[in-house]
């Protein structure tokens, strides 16, 4: 049975003023293991006092507002992704996004910078992994890209634009 990202999630991601990744507890299913309220709070504490360049793969404070992360211009043999039935909520509907469009999500950067800590080649390897799960910035791109293909019929080189345009300008 094939699921489908209804457009209620996507307008709401969409409308989401995220200017940053989250440092909140991941949005996994019920049934995945969570922290508890002692290991968030500390978890928390300690991501407040990080340094404000990088923490956990992502970049954080002065950044060139010109340079443009890595993304895949001919996408091929892309890895597979998590089952978005491991995740609730956004982070479900984002997963199952890329899921859906892995090419195109291939083709878009990402805006929290994890190519530079860790060496992702685009969007999509943030959701090969738990990564995106734990990051607002890639479960908002990945809903907007959704939505600007399906329902705007935009090609991945004016996703690409759209996204380049409205992140670059948030740092």
């Not at 049934?31 to 793969?57: F, I, L």
């Amino acid at each position: 049975m094939k699921r489908k990202v209804y457009p209620a999630v996507l307008a709401l991601a969409a409308a989401a003023a995220l200017a940053g990744c989250t440092r909140e507890e991941p949005r996994y299913a019920a049934s995945a293991s969570k922290q508890t309220n002692a290991q968030a709070s500390k978890s928390s504490a300690a991501n407040t006092s990080a340094s404000k360049d990088s923490h956990d793969g992502h970049a954080h404070g002065p950044l060139d507002p010109n340079r443009v992360p890595a993304f895949e211009s001919d996408p091929k043999n892309l890895p597979a992704t998590l089952p978005p039935e491991l995740f609730t909520g956004m982070t479900r509907a984002a997963y199952q996004s890329v899921k859906e469009i892995p090419a195109t999500i291939a083709q878009l950067p990402c805006y929290c910078h994890c190519d530079k800590g860790f060496g992702h080649k685009s969007l999509h390897s943030c959701f090969v992994d738990k990564h995106a799960s734990q990051c607002a910035v890639c479960v908002d791109e990945a809903l907007a890209a959704y939505k600007m293909e399906k329902e705007l019929k935009l090609t991945p080189e004016q996703i690409r634009e759209r996204i380049i345009a409205e992140y670059s300008a948030r740092q």
